[in-house]
């Protein structure tokens, strides 16, 4: 009930391409849905997040999709950048600023 | 600092001894979590405080766990007996609120590297 599900597991673009990173939940209670970005080294910073009253919120080059009945959320990175390499964790939490449930990652690198 | 600062940076000790890891949040911030990131793995919650309190600590994975927050500032993670599958990333996170009012977006810290021999 309280696990999220990512894939890939590790992604490869080439510049200026798009890159699609996919998770699941099984939770219906979870109402607050982040992804987050970390670079080696650093902690997870927050990228973009969406809540299930929208189908989709759109940052920049970064889009959430989400899909509430099947349960299904994306991150979508518009033309990537190879500064956009770094692992990518979606999360999901009952509301937010609570104890978050994080995926187990995607590794993207994006080739110049 | 701006941002929330975690100490030591990396922790080498020996199977058995006793291990503290402290995090300063941001300053104004009431929320504060630990998450433990294992090495290819997202992080895993611990334990999180509202203040001075543990509004949840379900996460903490035995006895040998526990973490202070004497003043609403400051929190010390403390691992007793150190075994090496306690080696990890250990995580410090800090919200401006909880629940359903403010954005409650997590900031992280740069995390202490904990590896027991």
């Known amino acids: 009930q309280q696990q999220v599900k990512q894939s890939p597991q590790s992604l490869i673009v080439q510049k200026g391409g798009i890159s699609i990173i996919n998770c699941a939940y099984e939770?219906?209670?979870?109402?607050?849905f982040p992804w987050y970005q970390q670079f080696p080294g650093k902690g997870p910073a927050l990228l973009i997040a969406?809540?299930?009253?929208?189908s989709e919120k759109k940052e920049g080059r970064f889009t959430i999709s989400f899909n509430k009945s099947a349960k299904q959320f994306s991150l979508h990175i518009m033309d990537s950048q190879p500064g956009d390499s770094a692992t990518y964790f979606c999360?999901?939490?009952?509301?937010?600023?609570?104890?978050?449930?994080f995926g187990e990652g995607t590794q993207l690198t994006v080739n110049p | 600092g701006a941002g929330v600062s975690q100490t030591p940076s990396n922790k080498v000790t020996e199977k058995g001894k006793y291990v503290e890891l402290r995090c300063d949040p941001i300053?104004?911030?009431?929320?504060l979590y630990w998450y433990r990131q294992s090495l290819g793995q997202g992080p895993e919650f611990l334990i999180y405080?509202?203040?001075?309190?543990?509004?949840?600590d379900s996460g903490l994975p035995n006895d040998r766990f526990f973490a202070v927050r004497p003043e609403g500032s400051v929190s010390t993670l403390k691992i007793q007996r150190t075994e090496r599958g306690d080696s990890a990333v250990y995580l410090c996170?800090?919200?401006?609120?909880?629940?359903?009012?403010?954005?409650?977006?997590?900031?992280f810290g740069e995390g202490s590297r904990l590896t027991v021999l």
């Open positions: 996170a800090s919200s401006l609120s909880f629940g359903p009012v403010g954005t409650g977006e997590l900031f």
């Open positions: 939770n219906t209670a979870f109402d607050y």
């Open positions: 969406i809540r299930p009253d929208v």
């Open positions: 405080f509202q203040g001075t309190g543990a509004a949840d």
């Open positions: 300053s104004g911030h009431t929320a």
């Open positions: 999360a999901a939490s009952r509301t937010s600023g609570s104890r978050l449930t």
